[in-house]
């Protein structure tokens, strides 16, 4: 066992992980600085925050080891997935039934973090993965199993249709629009990605759109819904954050100081002034926001330049894999993290509306690393085969 485990490790993408070590070292170091603060104004440890983040840093490059060994094959089997896809649906369900009993478990306006003494977890950022995980398998399948007979392909695609949208809908009224829109780009993207004729990708957008709609519909009638002021405050924030700083813009308003007073070199590690109670929770979804004040827009462009550089590996991989579930656990991977990285860049700069989705790697956040680390597992696993079976290959 273990001469396989060497074997397997000599085959390292040190391009993947090399930047995922560096982006880990920074977002702990920002994580600090951005909350100790805050911390020790409130009468908490300074490092509180840190230390938590290197636990869940400490976690997450185990599971990227244990995703890296492990055989891909144990991932398409049926019972995994359905005790997965189970598991998070009860977890969203529970979310769901949380925001009716307690509204006062919300968090910036959405229930969707499951308590568990001193960490939490977000169960909508496990359900990227398995959606990737399910519509890689789904998939990959497609090229044995579509018919010429419109009605078996109905049959196909009904029960992956039917689960992709229901789970979109259970985190879209939590609320979590950014976490929702995640998932159906993911789904879009994997749709194309496989080679399906577009039609077909288009009508199974559309059934997924009316299936989540109806879903919305069914829980609204249920008086399940929350968070839609919330949201649109959000919205009206963005585009028009000075006249309404005291009704949601002020974060971005804040975003904006944070930006100018770093310029290009920044004011020195540790000297921001906005993460001082000017900025929410600056060590989540501003987190780039203080890097940029503190380290300087060079400060920001080099992390930026690390991010770009590992989305740009991951669809390499992707490109090159020769079977079409590996080159779609990559798609879908690669797709989690340029997508996050977008949505929160965009929402500090003012280009998106605030979605609350966090900077992979460096903001602060247990589920996310997690989740993000377990799936570079799975695209160095898919780079170790793609690299053993050129050098056998050649030889």
């Known amino acids: 066992m273990w001469h396989k485990l060497r074997d397997k490790a000599q085959y390292l993408d040190y391009w993947l992980l090399i930047p995922y070590v560096i982006l880990c070292a920074i977002g702990a170091l920002m994580v600090y600085s951005a909350s100790s603060d805050l911390m020790s104004i409130h009468g908490a440890k300074p490092d509180a925050y840190f230390t938590k983040q290197l636990i869940y840093i400490g976690l997450g490059f185990g599971l990227l080891l244990f995703s890296f060994f492990l055989k891909l094959n144990l991932l398409r089997k049926p019972k995994f997935l359905i005790g997965v896809t189970v598991v998070i649906l ?9 925001s009716r009993i307690r509204p006062d478990a919300a968090i910036n306006g959405a229930t969707a973090w499951i308590n568990l003494g001193p960490f939490s977890i977000q169960p909508a950022e496990f359900a990227k993965l398995l959606i990737v995980l399910y519509l890689a398998n789904m998939l990959s399948k497609r ?25 979109i809908a259970f985190v879209l009224v939590q609320p979590d629009t950014g976490g929702a829109a995640i998932l159906g780009i993911i789904l879009l993207v994997l749709l194309f990605a496989s080679g399906i004729s577009f039609w077909w990708g288009i009508s199974i957008i559309s059934a997924t759109l009316a299936v989540i709609t109806a879903a919305i519909a069914g829980l609204s009638r249920l008086n399940l819904t929350t968070g839609v002021n919330y949201r649109f405050n959000r919205i009206l924030a963005f585009l028009e954050p000075f006249k309404l700083e005291n009704m949601g813009g002020s974060q971005l308003v804040n975003s904006y100081y944070a930006i100018n007073n770093g310029g290009w070199f920044g ?31 060079i400060g920001a462009l080099f992390i930026l330049g690390l991010l ?19 080159a779609l656990i990559c ?23 605030i979605t609350g989705v966090t900077l992979p790697f460096i903001s602060y956040g247990g589920s996310s690393m997690l989740v993000l680390a377990t799936g570079l597992g799975l695209v160095l696993n898919v780079s170790a085969q793609e690299k053993k079976a050129l050098k056998m290959k050649q030889s």
């Open 90 to 98: 009860l977890a969203l369900f529970y979310l769901l039934v949380l």
């Open 143 to 167: 090229e044995k199993n579509l018919s010429e007979h419109w009605r078996d392909n109905v049959k196909l695609f009904s029960a992956p249709v039917i689960l992709v949208a229901v789970i």
């Open 267 to 297: 004011m020195g590690l540790g000297n921001s002034i906005q993460k001082r109670g000017y900025l929410p929770e600056p060590y989540t979804d501003f987190i780039l926001s203080i890097t940029t004040e503190e380290l300087g827009v």
């Open 308 to 326: 770009f550089l590992l989305i740009f590996r991951i669809f390499t991989i992707g490109i090159r894999a020769r079977q079409t579930y590996n």
């Open 331 to 353: 798609y879908g991977i690669g797709t989690i993290i340029f997508v996050q990285s977008l949505f929160n860049i965009g929402g500090l700069l003012g280009l998106l509306p």
